[in-house]
């Protein structure tokens, strides 16, 4: 795959990278506006990657208005934003099994809306969708990996 550098043309799959926060907000912005509104996107990377700044773009895009009420769910496990179609933004680092999960009753959400799953790689989700990989490369930069990921 090609390093794309045109943050304005997003294609998955795809690289990417970003120099700033508001480079990551503008791509998954670009990303979040071609999505239809029944999607998973599964946030894959380190503490500190950019996980939630990339759910910032994905709502702008997804025409949430004010990008101050997208916040990283890490203690309340599940946050909901309403734009052209509801986003429910999951975070399962404190997720240990299916069982947690279904808990939550994310299952619910399926074909309601745009399910963004941060440390998605915590849990095997059989489900297809959009795997966004984030690596960091230095203060601000990050390399970005678009995939789709398919059924199990």
Request: proline share 2%; net charge neutral; glycine share 10%.
């Amino acid at each position: 795959m090609v390093k794309r550098k045109n943050l304005s043309k997003i294609s998955v799959p795809g690289i990417y990278q970003t120099n700033s926060a508001e480079e990551t907000i503008a791509l998954a912005q670009n990303l979040g506006s071609t999505l239809k509104g029944q999607e998973i996107v599964y946030l894959i990377g380190e503490l500190g990657a950019g996980k939630t700044v990339f759910t910032k773009g994905l709502a702008v895009g997804l025409g949430v208005e004010d990008i101050n009420q997208v916040c990283s769910p890490s203690f309340t496990l599940i946050n909901i934003y309403q734009g052209k179609c509801p986003i429910f933004h999951l975070d399962l680092y404190r997720v240990n099994s299916m069982d947690d999960l279904a808990t939550l009753g994310w299952e619910d959400f399926l074909g309601q809306g745009v399910i963004v799953i941060e440390w998605a790689e915590k849990l095997k989700l059989e489900l297809a969708g959009i795997e966004v990989k984030m690596f960091i490369l230095g203060n601000s930069k990050r390399r970005i990996e678009l995939n789709w990921r398919k059924s199990l």
